[in-house]
Every structure is written in C-alpha cells, then in structure tokens.
C-alpha cells in the first residue's frame, strides 16, 4: 500500500480564497483524522471520521473549516474564507480499528 | 496550557552521545505513545506503552512509562544522525479516546 496520500504537498494562496486539502486513506482504514500543526501550538487534532461519518470535529477552529468524507477513500478539509492565521501544516490519518496511525506527508499551507 | 509537557525542548548533541527526553503530565493516562517525525514527513510511531512501569526496547531506543502512568521517558543510546527529528509523545486518558499530543522535542544529532 501507499500510504496516506495527501494533496496537495504544498499550497499558497492569498487571503479570503478558498483552500481545499485533500486525503486518501490506506485501504482497509475506518478511522480518519485530520490535524494541524505549527510551531506555537503543535500537533491538534481538528476532526476524526469513523466508517465516513463525522465522531468529533470539537477541534474545529471556527466555521470556515469543514470537512467531508464522502466515502471510504476519500476526505477533504476546506477553509473558506482562509486567513493568514491558518497558514500551518495540515496532516490526514487513518488507522485501523485498535490499530495504530498512519500519517500522510501532509499539506504546508501559506495564506498570504 | 498543555496536557502534555515534553523537555528539553530543543536538543542538540554529537553522534554517539546518549541522551533521554521526557514527557510528563497531571493526568493518568490509559496509554501512551512516541512518535518521530523527521522534517517534511509525517509523525511516524515508535512505539505505544499501557502498562505503569513498563519497559519497551526498540534496537538503541528505550522506553518507560512511569509507575503512575503520568510520565515517560525515552532514552536513545550512541545516537546516530538518523535520529535527529522531532519527538513526540501523545497520551489518552480513557481507553479508545483520541491521543492528545505533547509538543515535542527537536532533537539534532551532528555528526
């Protein structure tokens, strides 16, 4: 397998335009989740699906974020309108039930 | 404030030296992992503990998980520069929660 697949490695974009990240899970994977990282605050967890269906997006920062997972091997995470705030590293997951994480390479985005 | 301390923060030392970083807490967690990430990767784990006390080995790198479950260590032996990264240990306090990560130490091992 692959791994986690992200897209894209890198994206810059200017303030207000709208950001679509992208994730493929491995194979197999009911868990996915989607997290953030920087250098103030570290590695958060923003939101996790199980079998497709949203369990916790209380890590949400605020309503321009969403995030689907329109089936098994597909998740998205958009903000819109993005701010320079949201300018981190973005990270997808998945693991197995009980099984431990895997993490895509992740996506560095810059909003200028 | 952070559910998760980790120290050093940043730790830069020469290839062959040994070292331990750490990773403390208030709470008691069901279980307890180490991850690496290296630069421009994802983190990658190493390793996950759930017994106090506990011990794991992984070829040069050692890891414990304290009696009372609220802190760990991990102790790498003759460092080589593949190990330079950053490490991080994240804890869950209730079986089948989500893991809360610590932020880190950034380890640099020059050759």
């Known amino acids: 397998d692959a791994g986690v697949i992200q897209s894209p490695r890198h994206e810059v974009t200017e303030m207000g335009q709208e950001v679509t990240l992208r994730c493929k899970p491995i194979?197999?994977?009911?868990?996915l989740f989607w997290y953030r990282q920087t250098m103030m605050r570290g590695l958060e967890l923003l939101i996790y699906f199980n079998n497709n269906v949203p369990i916790d997006d209380s890590g949400m920062p605020e309503d321009r974020f969403s995030a689907k997972m329109p089936n098994a091997s597909f998740s998205t995470l958009k903000i819109q309108p993005s701010e320079p705030r949201d300018s981190a590293v973005y990270f997808c997951a998945s693991s197995s039930t009980g099984g431990k994480a895997f993490f895509g390479q992740g996506t560095r985005l810059t909003v200028v | 404030t952070q559910l998760l301390e980790q120290s050093p923060q940043f730790l830069s030392i020469q290839e062959g030296e040994n070292l331990t970083v750490y990773c403390n807490s208030s709470?008691?967690?069901?279980?307890l992992q180490w991850y690496r990430q290296e630069p421009g990767e994802g983190p990658v784990l190493l390793v996950t503990v759930v017994t106090g006390g506990e011990v794991k080995k992984l070829k040069r790198l050692t890891f414990q998980f304290g009696d009372a479950r609220k802190d760990s260590s991990l102790h790498i032996t003759a460092a080589q520069t593949g190990d330079t990264g950053l490490y991080l240990c994240a804890g869950a306090v209730l079986v089948g929660q989500n893991f809360v990560f610590g932020p880190g130490t950034r380890l640099s091992v020059l050759p």
């Open positions: 194979s197999g994977h009911d868990y």
């Open positions: 709470s008691v967690f069901s279980s």
